[in-house]
């Protein structure tokens, strides 16, 4: 069935940088489109960033500039590296195959601290 695991996670100051990376298992991953979001504590799951089967990027109007969404066929995985953070980016960030149906990661925290 399809697995995706994110890992890299992790406790950063303001100003900061981190690596996400969601591997997946159990799909042909080059055919489809990849999503990362994120929960904040008390607030709905928004979107951050997607990348499409072909490469085409698109992000949240929060992370433009800072953050830098990429696949990597080969590995079965798409990253998500983050700039420039914010307190307010402190979340946990879940992986996600778009379309339909969709699955989801388990998520990895990452605290942004002041």
């Known amino acids: 069935q399809v697995q995706l695991v994110e890992s890299g996670g992790g406790l950063v100051q303001a100003g900061g940088s981190l690596r996400l990376s969601c591997v997946a298992s159990?799909?042909?991953?080059?055919?489809?489109?990849m999503g990362w979001y994120r929960q904040a504590p008390g607030k709905q799951r928004e979107w951050v960033a997607s990348?499409?089967?072909?490469?085409?990027?698109a992000y949240a109007d929060s992370v433009k500039g800072r953050f830098a969404i990429s696949r990597a066929n080969a590995r079965n995985a798409v990253d998500l590296q983050m700039t420039s953070l914010k307190p307010e980016d402190t979340a946990v960030y879940y992986c996600?195959?778009?379309?339909?149906?969709?699955?989801w990661g388990q998520g990895t925290q990452v605290t942004v601290s002041s």
């Open positions: 996600r195959r778009e379309g339909f149906p969709d699955y």
């Open positions: 159990g799909m042909i991953f080059s055919a489809h489109d």
């Open positions: 990348i499409t089967s072909g490469g085409t990027t």
